[in-house]
């Protein structure tokens, strides 16, 4: 877990009309649709074997490690998962008094049950144990604290680390020793980052989980972000001490390959390793949708990192929805861009990007076609035109190629991605360019040459923009362009008590899509007049285009949903605004 800082806002705290032209300004400068673009994907040059790397997940099981079912979690072959029975009632080692009572043992049977489940085939994925989780450092402790080393004393925490790997052993299951999660003073480890009282806490931990166990893998230093400062003052210490992992690993960055490479250099500028690399957790809250996940996939799968998990930001800690990439434990967006990362089979190619996009690309004769999956890390729309190059004749019949474009929107939940085209298209010199209109900043999208990927059930719900013609809008309502994490670049708002717009709709479920921020406030939804259902958009992170409402499943026909402005808002919201993204309506 992580905390991030909010991002910037889709529009001020509203004050007056004057406040809100100069948000509607601030807003519309930011470009919703960038220039028209082209990455390219080369078939002529196969590269290494897809690794898999971010198909992985932190806290993404239940508690006994059951859920989800294998039909969820099978499909997205997965490599990585971490959990240590964070939150758990009985706060661990820490609320035992410091030593291995109920809490503690709850804890440590929920990750021996849960790596059990996924280290055996068919998953034999990697489980990284936090060990700080088991100790009850999760964020919950209280300030009374006594920590590791505190007062430089670490017997007890020396006893903790033997009871620990004592059970493991016990249990025939093998782990990663992910010994503290984010040491940088956060609320995980509040006595420093670097400090000498962590370097007693680690340089203790390394050496009595390799006296009793010395075939196990050390993961760390698993700080909060990327820091290039932080990671070459702490390959020197470890170094020096004779305590280096077996796993270098941190969590979150700005671009997975640029950070991963800089890793390798201040480990090779300090006579370290290489060592195997991980990013335990990636993807800040508002960054959890189909278009940022494809992008960051498509810049870690050509990196050297192994593994990569999904970071939670809720469901916290063994909901067993993958992160919310389930969703009423039904796949997402997000979900079906997991499964078309797996089926990056055969060999990865060389691609570039641009403009924000990025695109992964692999070849794979045996399964009788290739594939790409774009994203982008910026929301912007337009159109990215995929210029492939090297076409080999295996995938040609009479010099054509069948060409598939499937977009994958962000919808909780998604029964499958929606098939923008299907056609078969001349290859001309071993090259073929194809054109994607990206609808939505938030999409991510596929393009496979000669046999179609597994696309579910051939789409999901249509998606209705909230400023087209079908929604319609009483009085004090504006709209706001070019806002690039929403559907379109559109947001459809109102700050004014007893505001109400309207959607009919021909269907059997409706799903509203709205902003939740720091400012938002609380609305109420129903359907064709029936009772009120109060909606509250207050978040103390945004996400510009979630599903906020979703209707029970209804008759089908001809129905109308009805958003009213409340003028109440949770007692943390800074403002009083509702913004509208989109409708899915299911037939």
Known sequence: MSRAAPPSRLIATLLGAATLAAAAVAAAAVPAEAADSTVTVNLAAPGKVPARAGAGFLYGLTQNGAGPADG???????????????????????????????????????????????????????????????????????????????????????????????????????????????PDGTGFWPRGVNSAQYFQMWNTAVAEIRRLDPAAVIVGPSYSGYNHGWLDT?????????????????????????????????????GVGPLPMTIDEYLFSQQQQPGYLAWYLARLAPSDVSGAAHAIWSDCCTAGTLDSVLWNGQPTGQWWVYRAYAQLTGNLVPTSGGNGVAVVASADQGAGRAVALLGNQTGQTGTTSILFTGVPAWLLSGGRTRVTVQRIPNQSPLSGPVVVSSADLTVTGGSLTVPVTMVSGTDAYTVTLGNPIDGGTGGGPSIVDANSADFTYGANWGVTTGVADMYAGTANWSFTAGS??????????????????????????????????????????????????TSPILTAGAHTLRVRVTGTKHAASSGWNVAIDSADVTA
């Open 234 to 270: 702490w390959l020197a210490r470890t170094k020096a001490d004779g305590t280096l992992p077996g796993v270098l690993n941190w969590h979150f960055g700005n671009d997975p390959l640029a950070d991963s490479n800089d890793a390798k250099a201040i480990m090779a500028a300090r």
């Open 500 to 549: 109400t717009a309207q959607l009919p709709f021909t269907g059997t479920r409706v799903a509203l899509h709205a902003v939740r921020d720091v400012d938002q406030q609380i609305i109420a939804v129903s359907v064709d007049g029936g009772a009120e259902s109060l909606v509250d958009n207050y978040a103390p992170t945004r996400n510009a285009s979630g599903v906020v409402w």
């Open 72 to 182: 969820l979690l099978q499909p997205l072959r997965p490599t990585l998962f971490r959990g240590g029975g964070a939150r758990i009632a009985g706060h661990g080692w820490l609320g035992d008094g410091y030593r291995a009572g109920t809490g503690y043992r709850v804890r440590v049977t929920s990750a021996i049950d849960q790596a059990r489940r996924v280290t055996a085939a068919p998953y034999d994925a990697t489980y990284h144990l936090l060990v700080s989780d088991v100790w009850g450092a999760d964020t919950e402790q209280p300030a009374t604290t006594v920590y590791p080393c505190d007062n430089g004393d670490c017997a007890n925490w020396r006893s903790f680390i033997t009871q620990l790997v004592t059970d493991v052993k016990a249990s025939g299951v093998r782990v990663r020793y992910d010994i503290w999660n984010e």
